[in-house]
C-alpha cells in the first residue's frame, strides 16, 4: 500500500490539540535558542508558560520583514549552526535577501508536506513530473523535486525558461505534469493539454512552496493547519476580521526550528472560505491571494 502524506487527525478538536501542541513547543524553543525571539516576547510580557491555550496566540507580538532583514544574514535563527543543514533565500525584491535556515527536520518535513501536495492533486507514481522552475538559493526547484521523489513519481528537473528545450521533454519523456510559474503556464498553454490547474502557493520566510494546495474540486487552497496556523487579521487593527471576510494572512509555525515564525505578517491579502470541501479533507481552506495590504510597486 502506497504511503499517504495527509495529516492523521479526524476531528476540528483533534486539530486544536496539536495545533496548541505546536504553538507552546514553537514558543519556548524560539525564546530559549533565539536572542530575537528572546527580547521581543520578554518586550511584550509574555513567556512560554503564558500560552496555555490557542486563544493565548494573540498575546504574542508580530514578527515582519523587516525583522527578517534587519537580521541579515541569519534572521530568527533558533539551533546552534551546527544543526543547519541547508539555507534559501528571497529574490530580495523588496530590499535585502531575506535568508532562512533550515535544520534536517525542517527539510523532511517540508518535503512530507510537498509531497501532500502530490497527493491531494491525484498523482501517481506513474506520473511523470517536469519541474520547470528556479534551483538555486531560490526553494522552488529543491522542494517540488524532493516531494515528487519522495511521493514516488518521476522527477524531470527541467529548471526554468528555455520554451524549446520544454515543449521537447513534454514530448521525449511523455511528462504528465508540468510544475512551472502563471506566466510559463500561459506560454505553454497551446502545448499542453490541460486537465487541472492547481495553485500552489509557498513563501521563502514559511519553508517556501507547498504550504497548501487546491484540490481537484478547485473551491480553495488547503492549508496545512497541523504544520502553522493562519490567521486573518484586519490588517489596520490587526484584529480577526469574520470568517470570510478579507484580510492579511499572518502565519505561525508549529514545527519548523532552524527559523521559526511566529505571528509573521505576510502582507499578502486572503479570505477563510466557510465549510466543508468537496473532497471530504478536514484540512481548512483559504481563498487565493486577493492583493497585498502594502499596496507596494518596486521599480528597477
Given at each position: 500500500m502506497r504511503k499517504s502524506f495527509m495529516p492523521s487527525f479526524e476531528s476540528p478538536e483533534e486539530l486544536e490539540s496539536l495545533q496548541l501542541q505546536g504553538l507552546q513547543w514553537t514558543v519556548n524553543h524560539a525564546y530559549k535558542g533565539s536572542?530575537?525571539?528572546?527580547?521581543?516576547?520578554d518586550q511584550a510580557g509574555v513567556h512560554p508558560e503564558d500560552i496555555k491555550s490557542?486563544?493565548?496566540?494573540?498575546?504574542?507580538?508580530?514578527?515582519?520583514?523587516?525583522d527578517l532583514q534587519e537580521g541579515y544574514p541569519f534572521p530568527l535563527l533558533s539551533v546552534p549552526f551546527e544543526e543547519?543543514?541547508?539555507?534559501?533565500?528571497?529574490?530580495?525584491?523588496?530590499?535585502?535577501?531575506?535568508?532562512?535556515?533550515?535544520?534536517?527536520?525542517?527539510?523532511?518535513?517540508?518535503?512530507?508536506?510537498?509531497?501532500?501536495?502530490?497527493?491531494?492533486?491525484?498523482?501517481?507514481?506513474?506520473?511523470r513530473v517536469q519541474i520547470a522552475v528556479g534551483y538555486?538559493?531560490?526553494?522552488?526547484?529543491?522542494s517540488f523535486q524532493a516531494g515528487c521523489e519522495a511521493?514516488?513519481?518521476?522527477?524531470?528537473?527541467?529548471?526554468?525558461?528555455?520554451?524549446d528545450m520544454q515543449c521537447?521533454?513534454?514530448?521525449?519523456?511523455?511528462?504528465?505534469?508540468?510544475?512551472?510559474t502563471a506566466s510559463m503556464g500561459l506560454l505553454m498553454a497551446e502545448e499542453v493539454n490541460r486537465e487541472h490547474m492547481f495553485d500552489i502557493p509557498g513563501m521563502t520566510e514559511l519553508y517556501g512552496p507547498g504550504t497548501g494546495l487546491d484540490c481537484v474540486h478547485h473551491t480553495g487552497i488547503h492549508y496545512w493547519a497541523d504544520y502553522y496556523i493562519l490567521e486573518i487579521l484586519d490588517p489596520e487593527t490587526l484584529q480577526p476580521v469574520p470568517e470570510g471576510?478579507?484580510?492579511e494572512m499572518v502565519v505561525t509555525t508549529l514545527k519548523k526550528e532552524a527559523a521559526p515564525l511566529i505571528r509573521y505578517r505576510t502582507r499578502d491579502l486572503t479570505r477563510l472560505i466557510p465549510g466543508k470541501c468537496p473532497c471530504g479533507s478536514m484540512l481548512p481552506r483559504h481563498?487565493?491571494?486577493?492583493?497585498?495590504?502594502?499596496?507596494?510597486?518596486?521599480?528597477?
Open positions: 536572542g530575537f525571539y528572546k527580547k521581543r516576547l490557542l486563544d493565548d496566540l494573540g498575546k504574542l507580538p508580530f514578527t515582519t520583514a523587516q543547519v543543514v541547508r539555507i534559501h533565500a528571497s529574490s530580495g525584491t523588496t530590499g535585502k535577501r531575506k535568508v532562512l535556515c533550515y535544520t534536517q527536520k525542517d527539510i523532511e518535513d517540508w518535503t512530507h508536506f510537498f509531497a501532500r501536495c502530490y497527493e491531494m492533486a491525484g498523482l501517481t507514481a506513474e506520473d538555486g538559493v531560490w526553494t522552488a526547484g529543491v511521493f514516488g513519481a518521476m522527477a524531470i528537473p527541467a529548471g526554468p525558461g528555455n520554451l521537447q521533454f513534454l514530448v521525449d519523456f511523455q511528462s504528465t505534469v508540468m510544475c512551472c471576510e478579507t484580510g481563498d487565493r491571494l486577493l492583493g497585498r495590504s502594502d499596496d507596494m510597486i518596486i521599480f528597477r
